[in-house]
């Protein structure tokens, strides 16, 4: 089984800054993709930054510019920082992850529990 466990949510003023960090576990082999999704109250789930292994960014127009996304191969973790923040960013931010847990399994795809980030304005 993998798990992936989210950390770094939490209260921040409008302008403010966080920092999220997501770290995979239990038998990886690899992992290719990893992004942070968002899903705000009555919103459906938003993809926010995606990462490839390589290091190929993508961004959701309303971050770009504000929100950094990053990984660590060696352990299994992507970031995203995230600055300059806005109250339409709170949101309980999801981590997802595509991992193959073996040459001879297929990928698939895992979540996080979610963790809130909350904007004051």
């Known amino acids: 089984q993998v798990q992936l466990v989210e950390s770094g949510g939490g209260l921040a003023q409008a302008g403010g800054s966080l920092r999220l960090s997501c770290a995979a576990s239990?038998?990886?082999?690899?992992?290719?993709?990893m992004g942070w999704y968002r899903q705000a109250p009555g919103k459906q789930r938003e993809l926010v930054a995606s990462?490839?292994?390589?290091?190929?960014?993508d961004y959701a127009d309303s971050v770009k510019g504000r929100f950094t996304i990053s990984r660590d191969n060696a352990k299994n973790t992507v970031y995203l920082q995230m600055n300059s923040l806005k109250s339409e960013d709170t949101a309980v931010y999801y981590c997802?992850?595509?991992?193959?847990?073996?040459?001879?399994?297929?990928?698939?795809?895992?979540w996080g529990q979610g963790t809130q980030v909350t904007v004051s304005s």
């Open positions: 997802n992850a595509a991992v193959r847990q073996s040459v001879s399994i297929v990928e698939r795809n895992y």
């Open positions: 239990g038998t990886i082999f690899s992992i290719n993709y």
């Open positions: 990462i490839t292994a390589r290091g190929s960014a």
